[in-house]
């Protein structure tokens, strides 16, 4: 199964995707999280991307394509989700031609739906693993111990552009160039939203249920 999941940022999509992987084994490709981990790296693409990762920009198309292109080739037969990828209609389009040359398509297409106040709420209170990923948000979902990972990783971190200035500049980049990427899907294979203003485990469900009628 091939999934793209779309939603604007702190929509939750990290927060299901990790459900979706562990019931479907799928591999979770994030295009966020590649960058962060290219950046920890010290590597040209993450000294390249992070003053607009910084500044909530996105990063340069070929640039995110390259990399993207990248680690899906090297996915395994059963499939991935895709999370914060494509996120412009370029990159889209590119994703498609990609996946036609290896003789393969997007299955199905999931929009995480939410208004932009809930989601200044949810990105500013949101606390991250930088070991394992683990998400977590200082009301919604404590951690058992405070500002450390459940998985015994250590240290929560607040992610540098996780401040209210900076998700205002990715709210308007959502809207302004990933938008668009709705109608894409919308006008060719089709799109499910979702309410992503509830309880994780109600959205999970309803989530479980469309992929299961596609198996
Ligand atoms: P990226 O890392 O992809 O960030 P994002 O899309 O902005 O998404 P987030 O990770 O902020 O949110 P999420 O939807 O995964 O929400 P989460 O589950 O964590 O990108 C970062 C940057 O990299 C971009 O700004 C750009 O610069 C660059 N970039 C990445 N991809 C790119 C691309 N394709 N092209 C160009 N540039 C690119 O949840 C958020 C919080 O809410 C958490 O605290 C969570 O606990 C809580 N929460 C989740 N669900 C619920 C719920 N149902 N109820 C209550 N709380 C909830």
């Known amino acids: 199964m091939r999934i793209v999941l779309l939603g604007a940022p702190g929509a939750g999509k990290g927060t299901q995707c990790m459900r979706i992987v562990d019931k479907y084994n799928l591999l979770h490709l994030s295009s966020g999280d590649i960058l962060r981990q290219e950046r920890a790296n010290n590597t040209e693409l993450g000294k390249k991307a992070q003053s ?10 070929e640039l995110i394509v390259k990399m993207m292109a990248g680690a899906i080739s090297n996915a395994p037969e059963g499939g991935f989700v895709l999370d914060g990828f494509p996120r412009t209609v370029n990159q889209a389009s590119a994703l498609d031609k990609a996946l036609e040359a290896a003789g393969q398509k997007i299955d199905v297409v999931l929009n995480l739906v939410i ?11 949101r606390r991250s693993c930088p070991v394992c990923g683990g998400v977590y948000h200082v009301v919604n979902m404590k951690p058992k111990e405070d500002g450390l990972c459940d998985k015994g ?37 089709g799109v499910c939203d979702f309410d992503a203003a509830g309880a994780v485990d109600d959205i999970s469900g309803l989530v479980f249920k469309k992929l299961d009628s596609l198996s």
Do not use: F, W
């Open 52 to 61: 607009y990762m910084d500044s909530g920009a996105l990063v340069p198309d």
């Open 115 to 125: 208004d932009d106040q809930i989601v200044v709420d949810r990105i500013t209170g």
């Open 153 to 189: 990783c250590g240290q929560l971190i607040q992610r540098p552009d996780d401040t209210e200035e900076v998700v205002e500049n990715r709210l308007a980049n959502y809207h302004s160039q990933t938008e668009p990427v709705v109608g894409y899907y919308k006008d060719s294979i």
